[in-house]
């Protein structure tokens, strides 16, 4: 039985949200060079998803752009009914889509509190609930979550951003008990600091001060995390998993 449905799996269908920069980006590049068919999901950074697409066209690979607003649960309906349009099926979700803000608690808004639960985790339930339907009729799936260092640990000045992220773990844990029987793994992975335009507000001197705490004494790249989330499509045993990259910088 498991060998049948690996046959019907081959060439993966792969909804990558928040796929046309950074973490994203990386994902998109490392899978789409894997044969996987991908649907690169932007919102905002039209150019780079297009030019991201120019890319791995010219190379003969196959990838698709989707316009959607991810914090938008309709919006979410139209990217999985163009997906399943075009493909199907789905066959791996990963919920990478997020914002980052660095401020004093006591500043918060209330407009900016919601806001990011908005974007970094009822996105995550909206994209997960709405993929669930084709994986559960198909008795396979799986789903990666991108979370944060600073789910497990907590970040100063970072409280609703890593309030989001630990939401985020818990749900992965949770989720990964009640779809075990449908045969749906799903973890997600922790990074620290990886070089992308997330990080662009610290100066040269504070990244010198953060690699000086992490024991490999480096920040990660992009390319390391997709590696990752490759090994997760492809291992058929993990699920349930926070896996943590990010040099030690917390172990």
């Not at 792969?14 to 789409?32: D, E, N």
């Not at 900016?112 to 009822?122: A, G, S």
């Amino acid at each position: 039985m498991e060998e049948n449905k690996e046959k019907n799996i081959v060439n993966k269908v792969i909804i990558v949200t928040g796929g046309s920069r950074g973490i994203g980006a990386a994902i998109v590049k490392k899978l789409a060079k894997n044969n996987y068919k991908i649907v690169l999901n932007y919102h905002q950074s039209e150019k780079e998803a297009y030019k991201i697409k120019q890319e791995l066209e010219s190379q003969g690979k196959k990838i698709e752009i989707f316009k959607a607003d991810v914090s938008k649960r309709n919006q979410v309906q139209e990217l999985i009914k163009f997906t399943l349009e075009k493909y199907k099926t789905i066959d791996v979700l990963i919920n990478n889509a997020g914002i980052a803000q660095t401020q004093l608690f006591t500043n918060i808004t209330n407009e900016e509190w919601n806001n990011m639960i908005q974007v970094n985790l009822n996105s995550v339930f909206y994209c997960t609930q709405e993929a669930l339907n084709t994986m559960i009729q198909n008795q396979i799936g799986c789903i990666i979550n991108i979370s944060s260092i600073w789910g497990s640990t907590g970040a100063s000045c970072e409280v609703a951003y890593s309030t989001t992220k630990a939401a985020i773990n818990g749900m992965t844990k949770a989720l990964a008990k009640e779809l075990a029987l449908s045969n749906i793994r799903v973890n997600a992975i922790a990074p620290g600091m990886i070089d992308t335009d997330m990080n662009k507000e610290y100066t040269k001197e504070e990244i010198e001060q953060i690699k000086q705490e992490i024991p490999l004494q480096r920040i990660g790249k992009p390319e390391e995390i997709a590696k990752c989330v490759q090994w997760l499509i492809e291992d058929k045993y993990t699920t349930g998993q926070i896996i943590g990259i990010n040099g030690g910088w917390y172990i």
